[in-house]
């Protein structure tokens, strides 16, 4: 059963909280801006392909390329739900209406904590960062003070964070053009050589590097992507939201897709030595001293370091307004609900919302960030496949059909993203030390996600999804 039209998803429907609401303030750009910063692709540059290409080596380039047509697949199927249902709630709002109310509680459970949790891996990651760069500094206490700061940044109303991020996107893409400057200006190999003869370091040598490394590299690939579907969050702070944000999804994929792929390219076209590259702890880091010196490698990495501080501002924000839907469509005690759906009155901003995920983020700085990935690892594989039902049953049951964006060759894209997430399921599960803990953490959570909503949520008569208009 799905909800449409009244909003309500089963039963009577029970009184709201009063809500004051969010303020329409932002036009494409901001919400680009914001999307683009919670992507970081200066972060997954230097922290997240380093992984890939020790897994695949110079084949790193065609995994990125294959993960990039996954990317597109589910930046469609983000961009016509989203115009459809341009709503706070993001992946759980969507689902809820089109699928059913149990699998948009079970996207809400996986999400939250995901959503919670991803500002301090980031942080830790940073604060790690950092410490290489500054080691009197200690990781958890920096975590903590980083994000804190991010937090009180998000309490600001939505134009300004979106001023704030974007100045620090540009730093982040500065450095990304001088990364690119400094592999081009000097290429060792053509790009057909990454392309027909991708290789990877074996022992002390070189090795052509088989397919299966590659479609492991694409399991990776795909997580480095990730986050031009957070459109979505600011779709009721959006100027005509519903014409114009499957747009800023497409865009933001595309530009993340760009500043990904051409540094990478660059660092494997211009290495002159792919060996020692491979064998590199800090392989683009050395890359950066080796081609320009350590005073180079040192601001580069400051820029990083502000790339990965960028991105917890926009994760904040996101899940703020993700709690902010929670707390509007009842999901928590009457009580919590009324406190948590407040709005500042000057900033328009989900205030206390954002604090309450900053507080629970920076107390998640003193768990094991080992133990974070496993929770947060793969709750992405049941988000993506949830709105991939919902696409595909949005159009059958003409759900979706209001939407002002219908993508082409359909149901291509779902079906696509599908068998896609199906191998990086099975990728995960063949890991034993995140991979596999991580599913059966998603299962975990997936199962008390439903006891909750049969033995609680439903016992107080029914779950209204509400929106803007609510």
Same mark, same amino acid.
């Given at each position: ?23 329409? /303030? ?24 380093? =992984?890939?290409?020790?897994?695949? =080596?110079? =084949? ?10 996954? =990317? ?45 949790? #991803? *500002? ?6 940073? /604060? ?24 009180? #940044? &998000? ?8 001023? #704030? ?29 990454? #392309?027909?003869? *991708?290789?990877?370091? @074996? ?39 519903? @014409? ?75 899940? !703020? ?8 469509? @009842? ?21 206390? &919302? ?30 993506? !496949? ?6 595909? +049953? ?27 997430? +199906? ?8 890991? *034993? ?9 998603? +299962?975990?959570?997936?199962?008390? /996600?439903? !006891? ?7 016992? @107080? ?6 929106? *803007?208009?609510?």
């Amino acid at each position: 059963m799905s909800a449409i039209q009244g909003e309500k998803i089963s039963g009577e429907a029970t009184e709201a909280p009063a809500v004051h609401g969010l303020h329409r /303030s932002m036009k494409i750009l901001g919400t680009l801006l914001i999307t683009l910063s919670a992507v970081s692709p200066a972060s997954s540059v230097f922290i997240i392909i380093p =992984g890939i290409v020790q897994t695949a =080596g110079s =084949g790193a380039f065609l995994s990125m390329i294959f993960a990039a047509i996954v =990317g597109i697949f589910m930046s469609l199927v983000y961009a016509e739900l989203a115009s459809a249902f341009p709503l706070t709630g993001g992946e759980y709002a969507i689902v809820g209406r089109v699928v059913g109310p149990l699998a948009g509680f079970i996207v809400l459970g996986v999400n939250t904590l995901s959503s919670i949790l #991803i *500002p301090a891996v980031f942080a830790l990651g940073l /604060s790690s960062y950092l410490t290489v760069l500054f080691p009197h500094f200690q990781v958890v206490s920096t975590a903590v003070v980083a994000v804190v700061i991010a937090t009180l #940044i &998000s309490t600001l109303n939505i134009r300004s964070n979106a001023i #704030i991020t974007g100045i620090f996107l540009v730093i982040e893409v500065l450095a990304l053009v001088i990364l690119v400057v400094l592999g081009f200006v000097h290429v060792s190999r053509p790009i057909t050589d990454l #392309i027909l003869h *991708p290789v990877m370091l @074996k022992g002390t040598g070189l090795v052509g590097t088989p397919i299966g490394l590659i479609g492991m590299g694409v399991t990776i690939a795909i997580f480095a992507y990730n986050g031009y579907g957070s459109a979505v969050y600011f779709g009721e702070e959006m100027h005509d939201a519903t @014409k114009k944000i499957g747009r800023a999804i497409l865009m933001a994929l595309g530009i993340t897709v760009l500043c990904e792929i051409v540094p990478l390219t660059a660092v494997l076209m211009g290495a002159n030595d792919l060996k020692d590259l491979f064998g590199s702890s800090n392989m683009f880091g050395d890359f950066i001293a080796n081609r320009s010196g350590s005073t180079m490698n040192t601001i580069i990495s400051l820029g990083i370091a502000l790339a990965i501080f960028n991105a917890m501002i926009a994760c904040i924000l996101a899940a !703020a307004r993700m709690v902010f839907s929670t707390a509007r469509d @009842k999901v928590w005690p009457l009580g919590i609900d009324n406190f948590l759906v407040k709005t500042h009155s000057r900033f328009h901003s989900p205030y206390i &919302s954002t604090l309450f995920c900053g507080v629970l983020a920076a107390g998640a700085c003193f768990v094991n960030e080992t133990a974070l990935f496993v929770i947060t690892g793969t709750g992405l594989i049941v988000i993506y !496949a949830a709105l991939c039902f919902a696409v595909i +049953l949005g159009r059958k049951r003409g759900t979706t059909g209001h939407g002002h964006y219908r993508m082409p060759f359909f149901p291509l894209a779902p079906i696509g993203a599908l068998l896609m997430l +199906l191998y990086v399921t099975y990728a995960n599960w063949q890991d *034993p030390v995140i991979g596999r803990p991580s599913l059966f953490t998603t +299962l975990g959570v997936i199962i008390v /996600s439903a !006891a909750y909503y049969h033995f609680v949520l439903r016992r @107080k008569g029914a779950w209204v999804l509400r929106g *803007p208009q609510n």
